[in-house]
């Protein structure tokens, strides 16, 4: 079965400093990975999403995320966090062969301490 | 920049209540997911559409949930009756099947008390 993991419930980090959040996945196909952001109350928004090629995605709002096979790891990171950063972080996972459905992990809350 | 239309954004029912949720893709995205996320969860697929066509209900739980998109654009995802468990944001997205069949965009989400 598809599953998505992100082991960290909540990271709290202070302004500036850098940021890497988990993502592991367990798919049977060849995946098509995407991390979203989510503010309270809000709909997702796509960040960054890799399906082939270069493993070293870059996104928006200056977030970056590396694709790999061989840990089944996506992690996002971001250089300097900022206090608008704070929200919560969704890594999903999709494939062609079930259908572009998207499983997603349990989230990762982010807080930003200044 | 076009976007997925939602409402309401916000709906308090009684259990046993009907109570129903409209989506309007982007246009011209063929496909249509709902989505439920219960609070400190991720999202989880209940229904995908393809145009009008269902491919994909195999999490909705048919006995009191049912979803429609009678002319592949707009859709009404309906609960009836509604339980205390149904408690949860219930969002939209869609996707283009030409442009990029993956990317999903999602809409601002109903948020669902149940009482």
């Known amino acids: 079965a598809q599953s998505v993991t992100q082991p960290d419930i909540h990271i709290t980090v202070s302004e500036g400093a850098s940021l890497e959040l988990r993502c592991n996945y367990s798919y049977g196909a060849t995946p098509y990975l995407f991390w979203y952001v989510q503010s309270p109350g809000q709909g997702l928004q796509l960040l960054l999403k890799y399906f082939s090629g270069d493993t070293l995605v870059q996104g928006i709002k200056g977030f970056e995320a590396e694709f790999k096979r061989s840990q089944s790891s996506f992690n996002l990171r971001k250089p300097s966090v900022h206090w608008s950063d704070a929200a919560e972080y969704f890594c999903a996972v999709g494939a062609r062969e079930y259908g572009n459905k998207l499983v997603f992990g349990a989230g990762t809350i982010l807080r930003v301490k200044s | 920049e076009a976007e997925v239309a939602q409402s309401p954004r916000y709906k308090i029912t009684e259990k046993s209540q009907a109570v129903a949720f409209w989506c309007d893709p982007i246009?011209?995205?063929?496909?249509l997911y709902w989505y439920r996320q219960i609070l400190g969860q991720g999202p989880e697929l209940l229904v995908q559409f393809q145009d009008e066509s269902v491919v994909d209900d195999s999490q909705l739980p048919k006995d009191r949930f049912s979803a429609e998109r009678l002319k592949g654009v707009d859709s009404t995802l309906k609960i009836q009756p509604a339980e205390l468990g149904d408690s949860a944001m219930y969002l939209c997205?869609?996707?283009?099947?030409?442009?990029?069949?993956?990317?999903?965009?999602f809409g601002p989400g109903t948020r669902l008390t149940v009482t």
């Open positions: 246009s011209g995205h063929a496909t």
């Open positions: 997205a869609s996707s283009s099947t030409r442009d990029n069949p993956y990317e999903q965009y």
